[in-house]
């Protein structure tokens, strides 16, 4: 099982003993998922937590108009879940998919809950991580509002720099609230500066 990406993974935050790997290898599935798949759809409700294997999905809403805005993205040894649906067991307004054939690791929430109970060091480590999600969130929010687009692009280079070549400019330009155009321009200006 492809668990032993996610320990190393857990282990880069806080050592875990022989025990708690194996108990954590019980609760997890891996899942196999095509390109496009959703492992999310806005109005269902978020009981499942996911570490990406291998591929890339993106987390989006859809406005009144249909137009789509991506949030976030995850790739290998991410995390990817509605944190908000999942904690409340409220409809989720958003929606997962996967931008290209990947696996995950699924736990279901009451799984992680009982895990966070046995292992109290993942209660921590889960806690640290959504710490940080949560400063990403802040600082991408405060880019939109005070940020060029060629600063947000920028940022998004730091925050994302291993998905830059491997997701299509609509889907950056997504993100950055910009017109796939305006992204190639900024490109452009920044290959010949």
Same mark, same amino acid.
């Given at each position: 099982m492809k668990v032993s990406a996610l320990c190393f993974h857990l282990e880069s935050f806080i050592p875990l003993n022989k025990e708690e790997k194996e108990l954590i290898e019980k609760k997890f599935s891996i899942i196999p998922v095509k390109r496009k798949q959703k492992l999310l759809t806005a109005g269902e409700i978020c009981k499942d937590y996911f570490f990406v294997v291998s591929g890339c999905f993106r987390m989006f809403g859809v406005?009144?108009?249909g137009f789509e805005h991506n949030i976030q993205f995850a790739a290998e040894n991410d995390w990817i879940a509605d944190i908000g649906s999942f904690y409340s067991q409220k409809t989720s307004q958003l929606n997962i998919e996967a931008l290209e054939v990947s696996q995950v690791l699924r736990i279901h929430q009451q799984d992680l809950f009982e895990?966070?109970?046995t292992i109290p060091k993942l209660n921590r480590i889960f806690k640290v991580m959504i710490e940080h999600k949560y400063i990403e969130l802040q600082n991408r929010v405060l %880019?939109?509002?005070s940020s060029t687009a060629e600063q947000r692009y920028l940022a998004f280079l730091e925050q994302?720099?291993?998905l830059k070549n491997r997701l299509p400019?609509? %889907?950056i330009a997504s993100y950055l609230g910009i017109t796939p155009e305006f992204l190639s321009k900024i490109r452009k200006d920044?290959?010949?500066s």
């Amino acid at each position: 099982m492809k668990v032993s990406a996610l320990c190393f993974h857990l282990e880069s935050f806080i050592p875990l003993n022989k025990e708690e790997k194996e108990l954590i290898e019980k609760k997890f599935s891996i899942i196999p998922v095509k390109r496009k798949q959703k492992l999310l759809t806005a109005g269902e409700i978020c009981k499942d937590y996911f570490f990406v294997v291998s591929g890339c999905f993106r987390m989006f809403g859809v406005d009144d108009k249909g137009f789509e805005h991506n949030i976030q993205f995850a790739a290998e040894n991410d995390w990817i879940a509605d944190i908000g649906s999942f904690y409340s067991q409220k409809t989720s307004q958003l929606n997962i998919e996967a931008l290209e054939v990947s696996q995950v690791l699924r736990i279901h929430q009451q799984d992680l809950f009982e895990l966070f109970t046995t292992i109290p060091k993942l209660n921590r480590i889960f806690k640290v991580m959504i710490e940080h999600k949560y400063i990403e969130l802040q600082n991408r929010v405060l %880019q939109n509002f005070s940020s060029t687009a060629e600063q947000r692009y920028l940022a998004f280079l730091e925050q994302y720099p291993h998905l830059k070549n491997r997701l299509p400019n609509t %889907q950056i330009a997504s993100y950055l609230g910009i017109t796939p155009e305006f992204l190639s321009k900024i490109r452009k200006d920044l290959r010949d500066s």
